[in-house]
């Protein structure tokens, strides 16, 4: 079991940046995928962005291509997302989560979820 714990939420204007972080701890044996998540009031769950283990390959949803970018500290145990040219479509609770293997963003496919971080992006 993989423990996450998100931060670095909160608001800011369209066309600023946010920085998220995520934790984790646990039984790591260097073969998990971490993804980024979010989920926007009456939408569904949406991936973001995930790395791959060893930080050998990266996966964005194309709606944050270009402007998001993952990455992992695996000495520190951390997950971050840079957000840059944020638009008010932004605006989601966004969820750190871990998959064992190489799933990309099939969110089935991940088991272990962070209690999330809200993102409120203004116009």
């Known amino acids: 079991q993989v423990q996450l714990i998100e931060s670095g939420g909160g608001s800011v204007q369209a066309g600023g940046s946010l920085r998220l972080s995520c934790v984790y701890s646990?039984?790591?044996?260097?073969?998990?995928?971490f993804g980024w998540f979010r989920q926007a009031p009456g939408k569904g769950r949406e991936g973001v962005a995930a790395?791959?283990?060893?930080?050998?390959?990266?996966y964005y949803a194309d709606s944050v291509e270009g402007r998001f970018t993952i990455s992992q500290d695996s000495a520190k145990g951390t997950i971050d997302l840079q957000m840059d040219s944020l638009i008010t479509e932004d605006t989601a609770t966004y969820y750190c989560?871990?998959?064992?293997?190489?799933?990309?963003?099939?969110?089935?496919?991940?088991?272990?979820w962070g209690q999330g971080t809200q993102v409120t992006v203004t116009s």
């Open positions: 646990g039984y790591i044996r260097g073969r998990h995928t």
């Open positions: 989560a871990a998959a064992y293997g190489l799933p990309g963003l099939r969110s089935s496919a991940y088991t272990s």
């Open positions: 790395i791959s283990p060893n930080n050998e390959n990266t």
